[in-house]
């Protein structure tokens, strides 16, 4: 898959969440994700994500493959932090429906082979992370909820059937 | 890690020990409260209190671990100085909660850690509302602590910035629709703003 390429509208893609992002109740039960895990940094120009079908097998395997991958990164990922799963159609057509015309794209790292990124994201549009975080990126696992170990990803993504 | 025990300067004593009050319970987190209440017995101003034990407005100074460390002290110094207001057993679940948040294990080394400005809006905002449910916890990656309330699909976040000022998030729904809306405002007239939305249904228990 070459560098750049958008990804395919059925496919989805991860986004780690620490667990200062993550939403609790009041006994910091997890109970989501906030709208805060999708903002931009000052100095960012793209959300970092993993491609879910960079990984091979069932979405379980392939969610395996991508929290595997991330924990094997630099980022690494806290015990009680989590991984939001998004189909990249469904977050397209959120930002379309604010307005807003985005691009997720293929860009691997060093570190993460299976890296993409969600580019003009705005800044400035709370409802958009909060409607994302509620409704359309919100497939939570945890990360207490997969197997112990890393490997990061292979140098090539899974063959798509 | 920096020394955070409130010392008397003169002795070099903790000052818990003019108060007659037990600091041996086998407890970090109780030696350091004890000082700090004992600090707000002798009623110094929390700026005082941040300049001689070396709190500072965090995220500016030492590693991400011991920023963390102020910062949770600080957090803790500020409930500390309105303890009166606020029901203990109220007091010590949301200590843990502040633990939680900022646990240097857990905390993603490029956001930066709650700051005490951030915080204080916060606690001025729950004395505010009176909220019998305390919030769930959170933060932005530049040190702005939030409160997220919710109750069933509707949810209610807040966004503490310094200065009383806040940035409010709500999805409600309504006969089958959502709605969302989105604000800043003051915590004044946080009550005002979310009325539409019957606030107390993640407020009360």
Sequence with gaps: MRKGLKLPAEHHIVRYVPFSKLRKDENDKIIGVLATAFALRKGESALSVTYLEYFPGSKMEQIRGAVWAIRASDLGAGGKSGFATGNVEAVYNTCINRNHKIRIVYEPVNDNKAHSTVRRLPRDDAELLEILAAETWAELVLNSDINPGKATAPDNPAPQT | ?205
């Design chain 2, 1 to 205: 890690m920096s020394e955070m025990r409130v010392l008397d300067t003169k002795r070099g004593k903790p000052l818990s020990s003019f108060l007659n009050v037990p600091t041996n319970t086998g407890s970090e987190e109780t030696s350091e409260l004890v000082d700090l209440l004992t600090r707000v017995a002798f009623n110094l101003s929390p700026s005082t209190m941040i300049q001689q034990t070396g709190f500072t407005t965090v995220g500016k100074t030492g590693t991400l671990e011991e920023q963390l460390y102020n910062a949770r002290a600080a957090c803790k110094l500020q409930i500390a100085s309105v303890a009166m207001h606020l029901d203990q057993d109220w007091r010590s679940r949301f200590f843990a909660q502040l633990d939680n948040l900022l646990d240097f294990d857990e905390w993603d080394d490029k956001d930066l850690p709650v700051t005490d400005t951030s915080f204080k809006t916060l606690l001025r905002l729950l004395l505010l509302i009176r909220a019998k449910r305390r919030p769930g916890l959170g933060a932005t990656s530049d040190g702005h602590i939030i409160a997220a309330w919710t109750a069933g699909a509707n949810r209610l976040t807040i966004e503490c910035l310094p200065e009383d000022q806040i940035r409010w998030i709500v999805i409600y729904h309504i006969d089958g629709e959502r709605e969302s809306a989105a604000g800043q405002t003051s915590i004044e007239r946080v009550a005002e703003v979310l009325s539409p939305y019957q606030s107390k249904q993640w407020f009360s228990r």
